[in-house]
């Protein structure tokens, strides 16, 4: 599967590459492009726009409450997992403007604006974050009783 959003990462746009290889596809390759052109790469490249306006998968709004790309990527693929759910709880903190984000929320928004500062590149970036999403995960685990019982796929 082939996947374009837009340059410069930050929580969402790091949080789906992240499920996506770990949940719905290893393989799965990202293409980070100009806000402009996301949609024109994405017809060009057969590939699946995210995170971008137009893109089928982005932020929407459920019940009053914005919903980010991070949960249209669970609904999309069908995942149910618990843990990843207590996830999206709080990387929609992170990433949206929410009346009670969780306060893990606040922490996810630092990291992310520290890596965009630090890193050269986007798949830099991926390569970065992606630990510190598994760790996330793991925590969530823990946080919905999975604890050792489940473990993240392998990177």
Known sequence: MKFVTREKVKVDRVACPWVIRRFVDPKAVFLFVPAASVLEVARREGAIAFDAPGAELNHRTVGGEERVTFDAVIERYGLTDPALLDLAEIVRGADARLSRPRPESAGLAALATGF?????????????????????????QERVGAGASRSAPAP
Do not use: G, M, N
């Open 116 to 140: 965009r500062r630090t890193t050269p590149t986007d798949e830099e970036s991926l390569r970065l974050q992606f630990p510190v999403y598994d760790a996330l995960y793991a925590y969530c």
